[in-house]
């Protein structure tokens, strides 16, 4: 119904407003006070039809991505596609104006220059608008985008992990100087990863499972048996690209909601990539306070990735979580890259 509603004024205000111009060439002085005002109204209720459309053509991924657009913006990008129809109009009536100061032998002679100004001049007024609506669509995403990359990077970037993972480290030193000192690199270049890979669109696969395998590393060392974690890194395309820091909050929140880490299977991790589409799979035991816990319940941190994902892969990404029977909990992600 707000389609039709949208589609019908952007009609109303199509065909008027045609109406209106070529009686305005016709009338005299008396009625061209009254028909511009009234052309201007046409003019902005078509503005409003068209900007309508947009926001219903781009509301299925603002209501995933949790930004809806207030009535003041709405206004505003109306107001710019107002203002983009007026200056559309009046070049047509300049040109129209002009046109008929020529005389008639000078028509004769270019008779296809109307319509082919006519038709460039459309085409023009068209491509502003898609220009503005597009623009504000683009701006919306790398706004929230923005917003969501930090609020994953505040969240990877927690105390509780540099105080596990140097706390593990400075029993190493005393115990396995090598294994230390291999930790230590992994934690720098894991800094530096979550640092500076969020001012990149786009990481290759490869990097990407580098640097989860260096968290898992780490994590590895609050582990006191080997077959307490199974790691499982499939890539068929190491350089295919990636949003960077996609996949590190779901390998974290493994390690920081495992119920008992010392119990074989603890944890399993899986990432493949065939045929340009990546799949991840994790799962991990749970608290026994924590079975009966629904999938719907999640923290920030997959609520942000949600957000990024409806951003970055509209369309092309199916992210899961369930609690199954025998009180693990699962993760199933599938991004078309």
């Keep these: 119904m707000r389609f039709l509603s949208s589609f019908l004024y952007v009609l109303f205000g199509v065909v008027f407003s045609t109406w209106l111009l070529n009686f305005l060439f016709e009338a005299d002085l008396s009625w061209v006070i009254l028909l511009v005002p009234m052309l201007l109204l046409v003019l902005f209720i078509t503005a409003i039809g068209i900007a309508h459309l947009w926001m219903l053509a781009s509301e299925k991924m603002m209501k995933s991505s949790g930004q809806l657009l207030s009535t003041r913006q709405m206004l505003w990008i109306s107001l710019q596609c107002w203002a983009v129809l007026v200056m559309g109009v009046a070049i047509f009536v300049t040109f129209r104006w002009m046109w008929a100061l020529l005389s008639d032998s000078i028509r004769g002679v270019v008779p296809w220059l109307e319509v082919f100004f006519y038709i460039s001049t459309s085409l023009l007024t068209v491509a502003a608008l898609l220009s503005i609506l597009l623009g504000q669509n683009l701006h919306e995403i790398r706004l929230i985008n923005a917003q969501n990359e930090n609020q994953l990077l505040k969240a990877q970037l927690n105390p ?117 589409i990546l799949f991840f799979h994790s799962d991990n035991n749970l608290p026994a306070e924590k079975k009966q816990a629904t999938a719907g319940r999640h923290g920030l941190g997959l609520t942000a990735l949600r957000r990024r994902l409806a951003l970055l892969y509209p369309e092309r990404h199916g992210l899961e979580t369930r609690t199954t029977e025998n009180g693990r909990y699962e993760v199933n992600m599938q991004i078309k890259l």
């Design 160 to 276: 509780h992990f540099l105080y596990n993972t140097l706390n593990n480290i400075d029993a190493l030193i005393w115990l396995d100087q090598d294994n230390a000192s291999q930790a230590m690199g992994n934690l720098s270049n894991l800094m530096r990863y979550f640092t500076y890979s969020a001012k990149q669109e786009r990481v290759t696969l490869a990097e990407e499972e580098t640097h989860l395998s260096q968290l898992v590393a780490l994590q590895r060392l609050r582990m006191q048996q080997k077959e307490a974690l199974i790691w499982n890194p499939q890539i068929e395309n190491p350089k295919a690209e990636i949003a960077p820091l996609l996949m590190m909050p779901l390998v974290e929140n493994c390690f920081k909601h495992c119920g008992n880490l010392n119990e074989p299977d603890a944890v399993r991790i899986s990432v493949s990539e065939k045929d340009g």
